[in-house]
């Protein structure tokens, strides 16, 4: 049992290492499988329990494996959490059970061992519930399972606490050996499979946050802004709310990149977003378009609230004037949904003709849709298909 034991314990350590390699040298799985491997190397080295002139070494060697078995799966918790590796703390239960097996008696009683690493092992299992917790309040559905499995886990080691009634007998012929063999078979296969469902968990929202967020300023890109936009829209058109669209443009941005280099038009565009983020708050949903365009869509303002909205805005990037290579002022194209309706793609683009109007008229202005000056500019429909940007208008040129 002690072997079949080993056999699937190093089975799932070395897949969970294959899939670690797999993602980059993923740190949780690499802990874990390292954990999987030590308990591995633990449940072989009982065999050796057999032998009366080496028990002593076994009880000592195989017991600290285990131990720090559990010490690297509550590591590999603490890195998935993004925290650092604890090696003061990792080691900390082998060399407790390495001081306790100098203790006489600790040695010839076999009841206080059990509890005692029993009592080891629960503090690193308490410490990786403890960390992934945290997970579990943000994705309960990935870490449920590996919650339970803990949770069952530590349930177990409680149950071995309280010493045993029956007289010492041989170790193969304790009444829970086989409940222990068959535990650690269950927990190292539900351990695995767990853990790779967080991982894939973690990744998949990585990868979608990726693909709906502008990589240099943080914000959403186009395509979160469209499937975004379309649901918040909906929401105001059914509650009756105010929707204003703010389309801003970087007056001159080409001449920063030309002067002082894209180095410097990146520090520009980042600025921005942060002004951006003060500014609409976390009430509004504001995206970077593509380039020095940037769009908010506040919910719950009428033309005169985003008016005030711009006006803040200019205000506030005027007042970064010390963080930037250069003076830089915004144009603002505004649309409300009291003369457009809710749908995004003819807010968008009565947000750009206004913004057209605002270019025309000296830049560093804000003008609101509608507007005396002629329909100009590219659609919000041309924009959402990636044929055109929104704001190229010909006084750029």
Known sequence: MLIVVAFVLFLTGGLTFLAAFQVKRDRTLLWAGAGMWLACLGFLLGVMREYADLLALSIVVT??????????LWTSMRVFAGRPVSGRWLLAGALAWLLLAQWPRFMADADL??????????????????????????????????????????????????????????????????????????????????????????????YRHAALHDALTGLPNRRALF??????????????????????????????????????????????????????????????????????????????GAQDLAARLRSLLSA??????????????????RQVGYDLDRLLARADQALYAAKTDGRDCIRLWPVAAPEAGFSAAIARSGRGRLGEHPVDA
């Not at 017991?63 to 690297?72: K, R």
């Not at 403890?130 to 579990?136: D, G």
């Open 63 to 72: 017991n600290m494996l285990m131990i720090t078995g559990h010490a690297c």
């Open 113 to 206: 061992r059990v509890a005692l690493y029993s009592i080891l092992c629960l503090g690193y299992i308490g410490a990786a519930l403890a960390e992934t917790w945290t997970e579990w309040r943000r994705h309960s559905r990935a870490a449920s399972p590996l919650m339970a499995f803990l949770a069952l886990h530590g349930l177990f080691y409680m149950y071995r606490i309280p010493p045993a009634p029956a007289q010492q007998v041989v170790w193969q012929n304790w009444p829970d050996f086989a409940l222990v063999m068959f535990e650690g078979l269950f927990f190292a296969i539900c351990l695995s499979f767990s853990i790779l469902m967080m991982v894939r968990a973690r990744a998949e929202q990585n």
């Open 227 to 304: 499937e975004r936009g379309q649901a918040l829209l909906a929401q105001a058109g059914a509650a009756g709310s105010d929707v204003a669209v703010l389309m801003c443009d970087l007056d001159w941005f080409k001449q920063v990149n030309d002067r002082f280099g894209h180095d410097a038009g990146d520090r520009v565009l980042a600025c921005f977003a942060r002004v951006l983020q003060q500014a609409a708050g976390g009430q509004s949903l504001h995206a970077r378009l593509g380039g020095e365009e940037f769009v908010v869509v506040a919910v719950n303002l009428g033309p005169l």
């Open 320 to 337: 970064q004037a010390d963080a930037l290579p250069c003076r830089l002022t915004v144009s603002i194209g505004i649309a409300c949904s």
